[in-house]
Nanobody, 124 residues
Framework: QVQLVESGGGLVQTGGSLTLSCVAS????????LGWFRQAPGKEREFVAG????????YYSDSVKGRFTISRDNTKNTAFLQMNSLKPEDTAVYYC?????????????????WGQGTQVTVSS
């Protein structure tokens, strides 16, 4: 198993930036593909970004491509989501997720492990 703890959420104005962090503990960090998902009020949880075990490949939803960057530091068991040019529609609870299989993060969107979430609010 792996435990995930997110941080870095907050309130930011339109056009601003935030960086979310996700610290993992438990099994070796490199066993897992990592992803970020988000859920806005009244909406279903959606995929935001994913990154493979070594960080060699990344995946993004169309809504954030070019604005958000996912990365990971395997020496620190930490994943990041750098969010730039934020828009009010980016307002949501952001969740870090992990799974051993890439398909569970970027295709079926059903990872085995979730963090508790961190709130991101973008004011207009």
């Amino acid at each position: 198993q792996v435990q995930l703890v997110e941080s870095g959420g907050g309130l930011v104005q339109t056009g601003g930036s935030l960086t979310l962090s996700c610290v993992a503990s438990g099994r070796p960090f490199t066993d897992y593909v990592l992803g970020w998902f988000r859920q806005a009020p009244g909406k279903e949880r959606e995929f935001v970004a994913g990154i493979t075990w070594s960080g060699g490949a990344t995946y993004y939803s169309d809504s954030v491509k070019g604005r958000f960057t996912i990365s990971r530091d395997n020496t620190k068991n930490t994943a990041f989501l750098q969010m730039n040019s934020l828009k009010p529609e980016d307002t949501a609870v952001y969740y870090c997720a992990a799974d051993e299989a890439l398909v569970m993060i970027v295709t079926t969107l059903r990872p085995s492990y979730w963090g508790q979430g961190t709130q991101v609010t973008v004011s207009s």
